[in-house]
């Protein structure tokens, strides 16, 4: 007998054929973003407004809730995004492109749907991580037999947009070097003044590596 007449998910979009299960939305308290993948990301970028959430499971103090709606309302700062993983997948996915052409920044944790329009669309050409395994959701008994990636789309930068953006990855680059942040070195004074010194140092030979680069192209 034919498949497709005894399986109605034959054909159907790939959000009706995921069983309910497996079904991970930030909207509800059971599937909330795992802390193991939302400390190292709020470490890195510093999150100021989680755009899809509930009061009890709010990675910020500034949010919205599901009744708010995220996708009618205006993002700003640096932002976290987890939403529901059915039907409006593709409309939030769009709505984090949108609100980086207008200068958020926006980190995103979505299924990896590569056979999907609006993943070519909104997602391919910005920065993907793809995530080893399968993280567990809240109060889920089991990961997510999905894959996930989280996604990082970069504003549009002006030169203070670009300051605040350096400022971000090169502490990244200094957590995965040192394994700390500047707030946890317990380095006294005296040595963070002589830190800062030898880098004014290397400023300096730079400089000068560059002025003379541009005198000798002018004789």
């Known amino acids: 007998?034919?498949?497709?007449?005894?399986?109605?998910?034959?054909?159907?979009?790939?959000?009706?054929?995921?069983?309910?299960?497996?079904?991970?939305?930030?909207?509800?308290?059971?599937?909330?973003?795992p802390d193991s993948l939302w400390r190292p990301l709020n470490d890195e970028f510093g999150f100021t407004l989680d755009v899809c959430s509930t009061n009890e499971?709010?990675?910020?103090a500034n949010h919205f809730t599901l009744s708010e709606d995220g996708l009618k309302q205006p993002w700003s700062g640096v932002c976290w995004m987890n939403p529901p993983y059915g039907?409006?997948?593709?409309?939030?996915?769009?709505?984090?492109?949108?609100?980086?052409?207008?200068?958020?920044?926006?980190v995103?944790?979505?299924?990896?749907?590569?056979?999907t329009s609006y993943w070519h669309d909104y997602v391919m050409g910005n920065e993907i991580r793809f995530i080893?395994?399968?993280?567990?959701?809240?109060?889920?008994?089991?990961?997510?037999?999905?894959?996930?990636?989280?996604?990082?789309?970069?504003?549009?930068q002006d030169i203070e947009t670009q300051v605040c953006l350096d400022i971000i990855e090169r502490q990244r680059r200094g957590i995965a070097?040192?394994?700390t942040t500047v707030a946890q070195n317990p380095l006294e004074l005296r040595q963070w003044l002589q830190h800062q010194y030898?880098?004014?140092?290397?400023?300096a030979v730079y400089c000068r590596r560059a002025i003379q680069e541009i005198d000798n192209a002018g004789t």
């Open 57 to 60: 499971n709010a990675k910020c």
């Open 108 to 115: 995103g944790l979505i299924p990896v749907r590569s056979n």
């Open 132 to 156: 080893r395994g399968y993280p567990k959701f809240g109060n889920a008994k089991q990961g997510l037999k999905a894959p996930l990636a989280v996604v990082v789309w970069w504003p549009n």
């Open 1 to 33: 007998m034919n498949k497709s007449q005894n399986d109605p998910a034959v054909g159907c979009p790939l959000e009706r054929r995921v069983r309910p299960e497996l079904r991970f939305k930030s909207a509800t308290n059971e599937w909330a973003t």
């Open 87 to 106: 039907a409006q997948l593709a409309k939030w996915v769009k709505k984090c492109h949108d609100e980086a052409k207008r200068g958020s920044l926006v």
């Open 177 to 179: 070097k040192y394994g």
């Open 198 to 203: 030898e880098e004014l140092l290397d400023a």
